[in-house]
């Protein structure tokens, strides 16, 4: 059971690692000055696949660092990695030396194995994945946008609804299977049976069908977006359907992109989700460009990572540890990883109204001057 330490219960996460920051800033060794704490930022922006991930992540956490930092508080150094899972480990060894107190990063379930590895880190690490393994690290944290997570939190959702007898069209690909994996996986926990899996490889009268079937009561669709618009039309409009964040491309409204999964219930992050909260106007981009819905969730995902580092930095071993974040509701659990209870919509419903202006001051509206992710 976690319980929340004394200090963070009297200030804020802010001002307590200021303080930290400030009592590591007035040692020196007898060679010299200290090396200047700092929050090491390890992401992959040199990998090609990942590039766009990793800067839209880091913009995200100096869009935070922006809002919250100060003069007192550690300041955010980015440690540039690229393919190699062992590169994120040489620049975690790099930021001890210049002096981190913390890490956010690394980004690829490798590159934190190999962290992991090496052993208990001797600053608070915060990974942006799943930590693989059964028994947690100490000093290692994990923040993720699980597609396993997200499964599990649809299969309560249409169970708190009262959905009994669901379906789970699996389409092609690695993506899907997870999905299916887990939401199968939790529907038993929660029903004590398995439900029904038809698989979409082939479309046509044998998935129509199974759709048919009097006995389900509604859809799970494991699927991009792609492939959850080639598969809805076999599956009627006779049941709800669900899904993941991964079909919606963040447009709301009976728009064109949407005609195809019109009332498809889904989860997704409040930052796509309530994108008027006047909590969210100081962190949203300068910049009008538009970025996909998959580069906004790792842009929140930095601007999360930053404000729980923060927190990190000050918290006891086995403190609680919670946000209402960007990313969802996170809670840390007893392996160290933080959940994500996320919101729920419904593709080609309506965005939810801005707040009236005298609400939200003209500096918290501010948005945040960063240059376009390339």
Same mark, same amino acid.
């Given at each position: 059971?976690?319980?929340?330490?004394?200090?963070?219960?009297?200030?804020?996460?802010?001002?307590?690692?200021? +303080?930290?920051? &400030? =009592? /590591?800033?007035?040692? #020196?060794?007898?060679?010299?000055? %200290?090396?200047?704490? !700092?929050?090491?930022?390890?992401?992959?922006?040199?990998?090609?696949?990942?590039?766009?991930?990793?800067?839209?992540?880091?913009?995200?956490?100096?869009?935070?660092?922006?809002?919250?930092?100060?003069?007192?508080?550690?300041?955010?150094?980015?440690?540039?990695?690229?393919?190699?899972?062992?590169?994120?480990?040489?620049?975690?060894?790099?930021?001890?030396?210049?002096?981190?107190?913390?890490?956010?990063?690394?980004?690829?379930?490798?590159?934190?194995?190999?962290?992991?590895?090496?052993?208990?880190?001797?600053?608070?690490?915060?990974?942006?994945?799943?930590?693989?393994?059964?028994?947690?690290?100490?000093? +290692?944290?994990? &923040? =993720? /946008?699980?597609?396993? #997570?997200?499964?599990?939190?649809? %299969?309560?959702?249409? !169970?708190?609804?009262?959905?009994?007898?669901?379906?789970?069209?699996?389409?092609?690909?690695?993506?899907?299977?997870?999905?299916?994996?887990?939401?199968?996986?939790?529907?038993?926990?929660?029903?004590?049976?398995?439900?029904?899996?038809?698989?979409?490889?082939?479309?046509?009268?044998?998935?129509?069908?199974?759709?048919?079937?009097?006995?389900?009561?509604?859809?799970?669709?494991?699927?991009?977006?792609?492939?959850?618009?080639?598969?809805?039309?076999?599956?009627?409009?006779?049941?709800?359907?669900?899904?993941?964040?991964?079909?919606?491309?963040?447009?709301?409204?009976?728009?064109?992109?949407?005609?195809? +999964?019109?009332?498809?219930?889904?989860?997704?992050?409040?930052?796509?989700?309530?994108?008027?909260?006047?909590? !969210?106007?100081?962190?949203?981009?300068?910049?009008?460009?538009?970025?996909?819905?998959?580069?906004?969730?790792?842009?929140?995902?930095?601007?999360?990572?930053?404000?729980?580092?923060?927190?990190?930095?000050?918290?006891?071993?086995?403190?609680?540890?919670?946000?209402?974040?960007?990313?969802?509701?996170?809670?840390?659990?007893?392996?160290?990883?933080?959940?994500?209870?996320?919101?729920?919509?419904?593709?080609?419903?309506?965005?939810?109204?801005?707040?009236?202006?005298?609400?939200?001051?003209?500096?918290?509206?501010?948005?945040?001057?960063?240059?376009?992710?390339?």
């Amino acid at each position: 059971m976690h319980r929340r330490h004394p200090f963070a219960r009297m200030v804020s996460p802010l001002v307590a690692a200021a +303080l930290l920051y &400030l =009592g /590591l800033a007035t040692h #020196a060794s007898a060679e010299g000055p %200290a090396p200047a704490p !700092h929050l090491a930022v390890i992401l992959p922006t040199k990998a090609k696949p990942l590039a766009g991930a990793a800067e839209a992540v880091h913009q995200g956490v100096l869009a935070a660092e922006q809002k919250l930092g100060d003069d007192r508080t550690p300041r955010v150094r980015l440690y540039p990695t690229g393919e190699r899972d062992d590169e994120a480990l040489v620049a975690y060894q790099d930021a001890l030396r210049n002096g981190a107190v913390g890490v956010i990063g690394p980004l690829t379930r490798g590159a934190i194995a190999k962290l992991a590895e090496f052993g208990s880190p001797e600053i608070p690490v915060l990974a942006l994945n799943s930590v693989d393994g059964d028994r947690p690290v100490n000093n +290692l944290y994990a &923040l =993720g /946008l699980s597609i396993e #997570a997200e499964s599990r939190q649809v %299969a309560r959702l249409m !169970h708190g609804e009262g959905r009994r007898r669901p379906l789970v069209v699996e389409t092609d690909g690695p993506l899907p299977k997870r999905m299916r994996t887990a939401f199968v996986e939790e529907w038993k926990l929660l029903s004590g049976e398995a439900p029904t899996v038809a698989s979409a490889t082939a479309l046509g009268p044998r998935l129509r069908d199974s759709a048919a079937n009097p006995e389900i009561d509604s859809v799970f669709l494991a699927a991009d977006l792609k492939k959850a618009r080639t598969a809805r039309p076999y599956l009627g409009n006779d049941r709800p359907v669900y899904a993941t964040s991964q079909v919606w491309g963040g447009k709301f409204g009976k728009t064109l992109a949407n005609v195809d +999964l019109l009332g498809v219930r889904f989860v997704d992050m409040p930052w796509l989700l309530d994108p008027n909260r006047s909590d !969210h106007l100081p962190y949203r981009r300068a910049d009008k460009s538009a970025l996909s819905a998959d580069l906004e969730r790792f842009y929140a995902l930095g601007i999360d990572a930053y404000r729980l580092s923060l927190m990190l930095l000050v918290a006891a071993p086995d403190a609680a540890i919670e946000l209402q974040g960007v990313t969802g509701s996170l809670r840390l659990s007893e392996k160290r990883q933080f959940s994500r209870e996320l919101s729920s919509g419904e593709i080609g419903g309506d965005a939810p109204s801005a707040p009236p202006a005298e609400q939200a001051s003209t500096a918290e509206a501010a948005p945040v001057p960063l240059a376009p992710v390339q």
